[in-house]
């Protein structure tokens, strides 16, 4: 079927020019010097400047490999979507990062992954700095290798990545190229943070941003708050189960350094929200430029999935042998979409949610039934300064996200007797449904309460189910 697609739009001369001009780019790379190349303004970290690498388990050190790659997505726009170049069972071309750390000593399976890149991208947490002591635990890294583009060869783009809404970062890893620097093709730099203000952040390529967080380079990154250690009244039996507290009725963690207890959770679920236009996916897989000012999205997503893909497994867990994901059970299309976004708590259980929008469209989200205490906008605590600060948390049914900003809600679920779903859906109808199919789509997704009898097991990551 695809092939059908192939030889309608491009016939084999034409297939054959196009194959005859990527060969000449490859040429002309060969003889150009190498610096003519470069994207504008870049530095390249030498081996010898990268900090030492901190042992497995302690400290925050990441390692992730940014590229292309092909995804799955519902629905039907022709000629756009599926795509016609897309591997069998995939749909839609994209760029984005994968979490190369654990197979980082092996290069040739790290430069395996090029054209292997995940939508969204892996998610990570830090823990707030606080103090000398734990320098070691809090100091976070991470460091970036560009391995290029597997179908743009002519794209010789810098990646960065660019953490969005931390304060203070400094300038040079701050991932912004212009009063910065990029990462070249083949080239890695290793960022550097550390977190003092606790709460929800996202992250993204910032190189020729317009086109690089449309295709795929973006993800949801936290700060975890010192009080998850500390305890909060200067009393440390009330420190969470996060930072090692393991009392019975102690929460799993706190949102932000509360002082009083009030963002405590027990189980903790994140969103990343971002579009899809397929026809600037198509274009960036054909080597066709999309008019930017035309843009109108049509699959809108959570975590990189349409509804009813977001309520799908999780997937993510490496494959040691290839280095390669392994999908989600059953899902063998969703390999390279492996965050679910489905709920799952028990009755009286607090569960955070964190809805980031890297996305250009504002969404609303609508949790049916429960209401939501929406606790930290945009990485901070919705309360005045100073220990009489104003409290200004509030109850919504609908949350309201625009692009870049995240927002943090607490819900309690209600008792029920047998396991009860509810619905978290974008208000704006219209995308609420997959293109050219019927049926729900879109950024939906369920919330699944089951009775205190049938206990669900412990989140070790954010979005597990626990069953
Ligand atoms: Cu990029």
Known sequence: MSKEYLTREISRRQLLKLGVGLVGVTAVSAVVPKALLKPYKVVEASPDVQPARQTAGAGTYRHYAATDG????????????????????????????????SIEDDHDKVFQQKMKAQLTSP???LDEWRDTASQGETDF???????????????????????????????????????????????????????????????????????????????????RPKQNYLGFGGDPTSAARLGGNTA??????????????????????????????????????????????DYNPDIYMMNGRAYPDTIAPNGGAIDSATGDLIPPAGRPELQYQPISSLVTCNS??????????????????????????????DATLLRGRGPAGNDQNYFTDTVHVGAGQSVDAIFVAPEVDTM????????????????????????????????????LGPQNEPNEWGL
């Open 141 to 223: 890294t991470l460091r970036l290798t560009n391995l290029g583009l597997q179908m743009r060869p002519d794209l010789i783009d810098a990646h960065t990545l660019h953490f969005h809404g931390f304060r203070n970062a400094i300038p040079i890893f701050d991932g912004e190229p212009h009063s910065s620097v990029g990462v070249p093709i083949s080239r890695d730099l290793t960022y550097f943070y550390r977190a003092r203000d606790p709460g929800t952040y996202m992250f993204h390529c910032h190189f020729e941003e317009t086109e690089h967080v449309h295709m795929g380079m973006v993800g949801g990154v936290f700060v």
């Open 420 to 455: 009860t779903r509810l619905l978290l859906f974008s208000r704006n109808f219209s995308h609420l449904s997959n293109p050219g199919i019927a049926g729900h789509g879109g950024p939906m997704t369920e919330v699944h309460i089951y009775p205190t009898s049938q206990p």
């Open 348 to 377: 009286g259980d607090r569960v955070l949610l964190r809805f980031i929008n890297l996305g250009y469209v504002e969404q609303s989200f609508r949790l049916t039934g429960i209401k939501m205490r929406v606790v930290g906008h």
């Open 70 to 101: 092909w995804v799955y997505l519902p629905g039907q726009n022709l000629p756009y979507h599926p795509d016609n170049l897309a591997p069998d069972g995939l749909t839609t071309y994209i760029f984005g990062f994968r979490n190369v750390t």
């Open 248 to 293: 019975p009725g102690a929460p799993m963690g706190y949102a932000y350094n509360d002082g009083d207890g009030s963002t405590a959770y027990d189980r903790e679920f994140a969103f990343v929200v971002s579009e899809v236009w397929t026809l600037a996916h198509w274009c960036d897989s054909h080597v066709q430029l999309p008019e930017w000012s």
């Open 123 to 125: 998610m990570f947490w």
